[in-house]
């Protein structure tokens, strides 16, 4: 059956629009878009999309929402993704596809998509307009796109999308294009921008449709799970992988027959970056492993090694490494069988020695795998630390942290993390200097230094001067007694601890220096095996989430006490709540988190919040969309105060805005009929954000010349002003800095009809501008024709806010219907879709489980024995469906 369908669909593109087969290698025209030609010539291989009997392939044509619907239906078909239940179900859809005037040649697959829900019945409107197809728009081609993608992957929130346009994306197609960016699938223009209402053209839709393949096809899609790994002298490395399908993969690597790469494919990495639990991507040509991709961020060097930093000196049988944490040196004796490696590939300690003495104006970094052996030294027994493995790469600079001891317009002194040795650095004469990742003069850091207790990371030249300088009120490295850290790692050798996003290796030399204390009610103290044991819990079951630990040390540096505690416990176990409490000035909100202007940590925001755990003060709707849409904006200022678990998560937020300016599209005082609007102005930035804030109930002005009153009238729409706010967010002063924008303009409201060519509001008719601007929260359809058809409807009421030019032409309208009548069709998915005389309407509704209980229905099925029956809607004051 699947033939069948295929060969059918076959026939369609021929007869239809989309264009017939002609050969890649004949397109006389991809050479202008040279960034897609080899992705074209590889789809047209793979019998994506065609090109043109012409030998064309017009890769900067637009395609039409009917064409993306059979090129996702291609790539479906031939990757093996299809729907059995979905096809076939043309004459299911066939009454809805004919009064949308969809092409009869792509009417089999765009009934395919609504029965797989890659369409929805209010896409329809979007498909034609009289009759003649549209260009389809980025984002909701990245709709198809990740609806036909959800069986397979996860769809999140979308607060991770990064776009510098993030705003024009829409709520609906956000979590979809955060799917297609993590996939690797789309990303941004030159400018970091997504032009989510740009028309998709040819070329773009070829690479993601190459992309999608080759996704589908096995390129990126046998992922698993590194269980082990074994390390043969990095001539090759035997790893075990169990796949996420329950099957294992036993494979012998080396760098020679395999490549490595990144998630993305844009960096390739050595073998050796890969470590036990890792998540992996195995690339199969046949039966054989072309490609690995690390799914995983690359272990940091502090993570993966047992001790890291710059290579002091190697000779005469030992290596002495500066600590890149503290900046002490350790001696580590030469293990006998030691094995070197330069970037990643087998060397000799004679190269490596070489690669010392070539770059002495360099830093040469290591990375060590070490152990300790107790063995007699001059006759005495005592700790040796032995070197096993040396990992070097060459790098032109070093960077350490520490807290500032003095801060001069030349020079920064500070005292290095985790040590008491004291540093200096002196300032290059193009050194940068920043304020967490904020950029700033030396003058700005020198005034913070005398703030109040402040730390650094220095990254240091070859000449040993300064090239940056990052201070924050956060420790980049905490080393104290009294820190709280989550354990990452614990066995004989040595503890690897996190705190701030930042992993750090203690090395023990022998355990038995070390008292050893875990938290069961009460601190117990117990050998290091009992440590061990606490720290591992049971094999057949995960006792714990986190284990935090704090640790003692000597003058010299060395532990002596170790405190471990599970998560739960750690709020009775170290006296402190599990959560840290900070505020200020938000800088930006990007992949999901959240960072502060003066402080070097990202917070990670969960992927939803209850309406107790974030709030936005000032704005009557609090969401994550909102809050990272002020965080990201240039024309305001977000203050928060936040709390977060030991692992810096969001749990808790608070924010307001303190400074706002823009365009004052609306505003509305305390005497406004209207209780939703009333006390709230609406503000227009400059990135044509626009945010709805609440007032107090008669803010203040700078001037004599007018007061809140005199803001609602017409004359003041559109003035741009300035913003300051009370503590609790709410617009407590409104200044005008230029009236003059749209001065003319003024607003109407009320029932909307047809007065021949004219709409008539409110019993006052007024002509159509060439582009008046249509927006509604209770439909979808957008274009004047459709609304015209709409307004003759006897059996719909339709209620208008309308801006109206000095030439007396309807400029914008934002409708809502009241009421509206008809024979029931179908509810899906949000939206409600009735029959009256003149044709089909499809409404948006309030959640579904609100409709069900409004409309006294138990199930979403009971919507069917609806379907034929005449109903009356109802309409809340957003102008959604909330009962019938």
Request: aromatic share 10%; glycine share 6%.
């Amino acid at each position: 059956m699947k033939r069948k369908m295929a060969m059918a669909l076959a026939a369609v593109l021929v007869a239809g629009s989309l264009p017939v087969t002609v050969s890649a290698a004949t397109f006389t025209d991809i050479n202008e878009v040279s960034w897609a030609s080899s992705t074209i010539q590889a789809v047209s291989d793979k019998g994506l999309i065609n090109g043109y009997e012409d030998g064309t392939f017009r890769a900067k044509n637009n395609v039409t929402y009917s064409e993306a619907m059979v090129m996702v239906y291609n790539l479906m078909s031939k990757t093996g993704n299809l729907k059995a239940s979905a096809t076939n179900t043309l004459s299911i859809y066939q009454s809805v596809l004919n009064t949308y005037k969809i092409p009869t040649w792509s009417q089999s697959t765009v009934a395919y998509g609504l029965s797989a829900q890659i369409l929805m019945a209010a896409d329809l409107p979007k498909f034609t307009t009289n009759g003649v197809s549209n260009p389809a728009t980025r984002q909701d081609v990245a709709v198809m796109f990740g609806r036909a993608l959800s069986e397979k992957y996860d769809i999140y929130a979308g607060t991770g999308v990064n776009y510098n346009d993030v705003w024009r994306i829409s709520d609906e197609a956000m979590p979809y294009v955060d799917l297609l960016t993590r996939l690797g699938i789309v990303t941004g223009d030159d400018s970091g921008n997504f032009n989510p209402t740009a028309n998709i053209t040819r070329a773009e839709m070829a690479v993601m449709m190459n992309k999608t393949y080759d996704l589908l096809s096995n390129e990126l899609a046998n992922t698993g799970e590194i269980t082990e790994i074994v390390n043969h002298d990095g001539d090759y490395y035997d790893v075990d992988v169990k796949m996420d399908n329950g099957e294992r993969n036993r494979l012998t690597l080396s760098d020679d027959n395999i490549s490595v790469y990144n998630k993305d494919g844009s960096r390739e990495l050595p073998i050796s970056s890969l470590t036990k639990g890792d998540r992996v991507s195995l690339v199969f040509d046949g039966l054989v492993i072309t490609k690995i991709y690390l799914l995983d961020e690359e272990a940091s060097a502090q993570e993966k090694y047992d001790a890291v930093g710059y290579i002091y000196s190697l000779k005469d049988g030992y290596l002495n490494l500066e600590s890149e944490n503290t900046g002490e040196t350790t001696k580590y004796k030469i293990n006998t069988n030691c094995t070197y490696y330069l970037d990643g590939k087998k060397t000799t300690e004679s190269a490596i020695k070489d690669v010392i003495d070539d770059n002495s104006d360099k830093y040469v970094y290591a990375g060590l795998y070490t152990e300790t052996k107790n063995e007699k030294v001059d006759g005495k027994r005592q700790d040796v630390l032995y070197a096993n493995a040396v990992y070097v790469t060459v790098k032109d600079e070093y960077t350490q942290t520490g807290e500032v001891t003095d801060f001069t317009s030349t020079t920064v002194y500070y005292k290095a993390s985790g040590s008491n040795a004291r540093k200096s650095a002196d300032f290059a004469s193009d050194c940068e200097f920043y304020i967490g990742d904020k950029k700033s003069s030396a003058k700005d850091l020198e005034e913070m230094a005398e703030s109040g207790t402040v730390y650094v990371k220095v990254t240091v030249n070859s000449k040993g001067k300064a090239t940056k300088v990052v201070m924050t009120e956060d420790k980049f490295t905490d080393n104290t007694a009294s820190s709280t850290y989550t354990v990452k790692g614990f066995n004989k050798d040595r503890i690897i601890v996190s705190r701030g996003g930042t992993s750090t290796t203690y090395e023990f030399g022998s355990t038995s220096d070390i008292t050893f204390y875990i938290w069961e009610g009460k601190w117990n103290e117990v050998s290091f095996k009992g440590a061990e044991s606490f720290y591992d819990g049971d094999d057949d079951e995960d006792d714990y989430d986190t284990m935090y630990a704090r640790m003692n040390f000597d003058k010299s540096g060395k532990i002596t006490a170790i405190y471990m505690a599970k998560d739960g416990d750690r709020e009775n176990a170290f006296g402190e709540a599990e959560e840290t409490e900070r505020k200020g000035t938000v800088e930006y909100i990007k992949d999901g988190k959240l960072k502060f202007k003066t402080s070097s940590t990202e917070y990670t925001l969960q992927s939803k919040y209850d309406e107790d755990s974030l709030e936005i003060g000032g704005a009557p709707t609090s969401s994550l969309t909102v809050l990272t849409r002020m965080a990201n904006c240039d024309d305001v200022t977000l203050y928060a105060e936040i709390k977060a678990d030991g692992n810096n998560k969001i749990t808790d937020i608070e924010a307001r805005l303190t400074a706002a300016e823009g365009k004052m599209i609306e505003y509305n005082g305390k005497d406004t009929s209207d209780s939703d609007k009333k006390n709230t102005l609406t503000l227009e930035t400059s990135d044509g954000s626009q945010f709805k804030l609440k007032t107090v109930s008669n803010p203040k002005t700078d001037s004599d010349d007018y007061d809140a009153e005199d803001l609602q009238t017409t004359g003041y729409r559109g003035s741009s002003v300035e913003l300051e706010f009370n503590n609790d967010g709410e617009i407590s002063k409104i200044i005008v800095t230029d009236s003059s924008y749209n001065s003319g303009t003024k607003r109407v409201k009320g029932t909307a009809s047809l007065d021949g060519s004219k709409i008539k509001i409110d019993g006052k008719s007024y002509s159509w501008d060439s582009k008046t601007y249509i927006t509604s929260s209770s439909f979808t359809y957008s274009t004047k024709d459709m609304f015209e058809r709409m307004l003759q409807d006897k059996d719909i009421e339709v209620y208008v806010e309308a801006t109206i030019s000095d030439s007396n032409k309807v400029e914008r309208i934002n409708a809502r219907v009241e009421s509206a009548e008809g024979e029931f069709v179908e509810y899906d998915s949000g939206s409600v879709v009735i029959e009256t005389d003149s044709r089909k309407w499809s409404f948006n509704t309030v959640s579904k489980n609100t409709l069900l209980k409004n409309c006294g229905l138990d199930d979403e099925k009971d919507f069917e024995k609806k379907e034929g029956k005449n109903v009356t809607l109802e309409f809340n004051s957003d102008g959604l469906v909330e009962e019938f």
